[in-house]
């Protein structure tokens, strides 16, 4: 794959939560690669055979408490908190999992006596909230105004990071929909549109969603972490904004076969979402089609534009939507999930 952006920052000493999952995955994988030596923060039980093949350092611990390295006052120069919660049964418990964890995280960052020289918090376009209807695509300047629950619980995770500001060197990333292997969100669109030849749009209108392919993203973090000026800044990393034909299009070139887009009325959809709740419920395993999820989807945009990162980090994305698509969807085959 193209990197002619050189990796910023670096090599040196990161601290990474969420490295076993999707986005800390390819995080981690990308700083093993420019000679930074890794530790991940990962909770007892979990699936670590990834970093282990790659020779990550592993901490047992919660974020519930403070950082190891926050404790001991080792000394750390990028500290990544990637973990997170998307998927919730209310908003007590995304605020519980995505705003109080990381209360507690950055203030023991902030009281330690070897602070990490930077730090990086990756929030998500949902801290923002939905670009209404007829509104141009916003920047990093716009009041936030996020959705209750999960968009709610990252704004909040924003504002507790933002009261160590003067302590930590931070920088706050802000994704827009990320997508590409290891992804498991996107995974359900990429089936139902392999099966059928359709491609699901929930609710009217022209709908406008901005994606980026998950190594640009990690391309911004490093650039977030290795960019002086980024102390105290806050980035839209994206890929682009697409109309759901462009996506349509992309996806069905990607799986070999085009697409017809099907328009889903809201209360068609929303009783989805509601039996997506039910058989949470029954089973005890967490649905990507469920009450939030259909509620965010049935949203007139989800956009972002990143001129800032582009002016102050020098970021461009590499990988457009078709190149990501194809990609995805090879991978996925690999696996035989599709």
């Not at 085009?258 to 039996?275: D, K, Q, T």
Request: hydrophobic fraction near 45%; proline fraction near 8%.
């Amino acid at each position: 794959m193209d990197r002619e952006q050189p990796v910023a920052g670096g090599p040196g000493h990161a601290w990474v939560t969420g490295g076993t999952g999707f986005i800390g995955g390819w995080l981690v994988e990308r700083l093993i690669e420019a000679g930074w030596e890794v530790t991940c923060l990962v909770r007892a039980g979990s699936r670590t055979a990834r970093l282990e093949a790659l020779g990550v350092r592993l901490v047992t611990g919660c974020l519930e408490a403070p950082p190891p390295c926050a404790v001991s006052g080792e000394a750390v120069d990028a500290f990544f908190h990637v973990a997170g919660v998307t998927r919730a049964r209310s908003a007590a418990e995304y605020a519980r999992a995505n705003a109080r964890t990381t209360e507690i995280l950055f203030r023991g960052l902030g009281e330690s006596p070897t602070p990490p020289r930077r730090t990086v918090l990756v929030s998500s376009l949902a801290a923002v909230g939905p670009t209404p209807a007829g509104v141009a695509p916003p920047d990093e300047s716009v009041a936030p105004k996020p959705l209750p629950g999960y968009g709610a619980s990252k704004r909040e995770a924003e504002t507790a990071a933002l009261a160590w500001a003067e302590v930590l060197p931070l920088t706050i990333v802000r994704p827009p929909a990320v997508y590409g292997p290891h992804d498991r969100n996107f995974l359900p669109l990429f089936r139902v549109a392999a099966r059928t030849g359709l491609f699901p749009v929930l609710g009217w209108g022209r709908k406008c969603l901005a994606m980026v392919h998950v190594d640009d993203l990690v391309t911004g973090l490093l650039l977030a972490a290795g960019t002086p000026a980024a102390a105290g800044r806050t980035y839209f990393i994206s890929g682009g904004n697409y109309g759901v034909d462009a996506v349509a299009e992309a996806l069905g070139r990607a799986l070999g076969r085009r697409l017809r887009v099907l328009r889903i009325p809201s209360p068609l959809a929303r009783l989805a979402g509601e039996a997506g709740e039910i058989l949470w419920s029954l089973t005890g395993r967490t649905r990507i089609v469920c009450r939030r999820k259909v509620t965010d989807m049935l949203q007139p945009n989800w956009t972002c534009v990143f001129d800032r990162a582009g002016a102050e980090l020098g970021y461009r994305p590499r990988i457009d939507l078709a190149t990501g698509f194809r990609q995805t969807a090879l991978w996925y085959r690999e696996q035989g999930w599709l």
